[in-house]
C-alpha cells in the first residue's frame, strides 16, 4: 500500500489549496479514505472521510463549510478542496487507508497512511 500526499504550500488567509492523495498497492474502489492534520506539538486530528463510493462524507466543525473531500475511483486519487484558509489551518495534511468501506473519524480505524503534506496559512 501506498499513498503519496501532494499539493500543500503556502497560501494567504483566506485562500484556497486543493490536496490530492494518489494510492497504490490496493483496491481503491473498496475502502473509505480519510484526512487528518497534525500541527507541531499537537495530537493527528481528523479533518474528513468518505465511504468507498462517495456516498457519504464526513468533516470536522473546525472545517466544516470550508474544506470538501471527494475520490475519483477511477483515478485512484483522493482529493481535499480547502477554501477560505486560516491561519489555524497551517499543519501538515495526511490521507489515511480505512481499514473498512464505511467512513470513519477515529484513527485507529485506518490503517494505512501517507507521509503527509505541510500546509501553512500565512500572510
Known amino acids: 500500500v501506498q499513498l503519496v500526499e501532494s499539493g500543500g504550500g503556502l497560501a494567504q488567509p483566506g485562500g484556497s489549496l486543493r490536496l490530492s492523495c494518489a494510492a497504490s498497492?490496493?483496491?481503491?474502489?473498496?475502502?473509505?479514505m480519510g484526512w487528518f492534520r497534525q500541527a507541531p506539538g499537537k495530537e493527528r486530528d481528523f479533518v474528513a472521510a468518505?465511504?468507498?463510493?462517495?456516498?457519504?462524507?464526513s468533516t470536522a466543525d473546525s472545517v466544516k463549510g470550508r474544506f470538501t473531500i471527494s475520490r475519483d475511483n477511477a483515478k485512484n486519487t483522493l482529493y481535499l478542496q480547502m477554501n477560505s484558509l486560516k491561519p489555524e489551518d497551517t499543519a501538515r495534511y495526511f490521507c489515511?487507508?480505512?481499514?473498512?468501506?464505511?467512513?470513519?473519524?477515529?484513527?485507529?480505524?485506518?490503517?494505512?497512511w501517507g507521509q503527509g503534506t505541510q500546509v501553512t496559512v500565512s500572510a
Open positions: 489515511a487507508k480505512a481499514r473498512g468501506s464505511a467512513r470513519a473519524t477515529m484513527s485507529s480505524n485506518y490503517d494505512y
Open positions: 498497492g490496493f483496491t481503491f474502489s473498496s475502502y473509505a
Open positions: 468518505i465511504s468507498w463510493s462517495s456516498g457519504s462524507t
